[in-house]
């Protein structure tokens, strides 16, 4: 029995099939999070005439305990702080500018690289749709709403191809829309619902994105 995606391109068309209403809209973005995002909100973009972008959440861990999250820095120069939690913690100033600046250092490496020269989109007042390959728990694209919050779009949407029924339902409570095209039940993994889900290189996320750029100069797609 064959996947239900036969790579993220596929996933990307069927996602773009459930965001018809948002197509030809001067006030709609697509926001990916890479790397695998990018390949699915390229076909999304495309599908529906309307600008693609990347967007993307550096966490910031606990010295000592890198996995627990007290922050994350974003692109657009978003900062979040859990404030409470590094009082707690007892972490000073500087042991906090000193982490923010390197997970900022590599925000800003890896957005020249994705990006190039073009800025960071506004999305002050528009509809923001926030795309990646699959939510295995939610918790990144938890941060990367809670950041996006912060350049006050007018509304967010969060679409993806598959996630779990239960992290789809948690993800709606912070957002404006969910649209999950799958949500299987038992889940197991993102890569099971795609009979092709090879890792993206960096360079493919930069590719994709020029040539979208690229085409949306022409006036193939809405700016």
Not at 60 to 86: K, Q, T
Not at 176 to 204: G, H, K, N, Q, R
Request: with cysteine; hydrophobic share 40%.
């Amino acid at each position: 029995m064959s996947a239900p995606f036969r790579d993220r391109h596929d996933a990307g068309r069927q996602l773009a099939d459930r965001l018809k209403s948002y197509a030809h809209r001067d006030d709609v973005v697509v926001l990916a999070l890479p790397r695998g995002g990018v390949v699915v909100g390229y076909e999304v973009a495309e599908e529906l005439g309307v600008p693609l972008d990347v967007f993307l959440v550096r966490k910031l861990g606990v010295p000592g305990h890198e996995e627990l999250a007290m922050g994350a820095v974003a692109s657009g120069g978003v900062r979040v702080l859990d404030s409470e939690l590094v009082d707690v913690l007892g972490i000073s100033a500087e042991e906090l500018e000193s982490i923010v600046g390197r997970e900022q250092r590599e925000l800003d490496r890896r957005e020249r690289m994705y990006r190039g020269s073009r800025p960071v989109p506004d999305v002050r007042g528009r509809t923001v749709i926030v795309v990646d390959d699959g939510l295995a728990n939610g918790a990144y694209m938890q941060d990367a709403v809670e950041a996006l919050r912060q350049l006050e779009p007018e509304k967010v949407i969060v679409a993806v191809p598959v996630s779990p029924r239960s992290v789809c339902e948690a993800i709606r409570h912070g957002v404006d829309e969910t649209i999950c095209v799958l949500s299987p039940e038992p889940f197991v993994e993102i890569a099971v619902w795609y009979e092709d889900f090879f890792p993206i290189e960096d360079a493919e996320v930069h590719e994709l994105l020029e040539r979208h750029a690229l085409a949306a100069g022409n006036g193939n797609t809405e700016a």
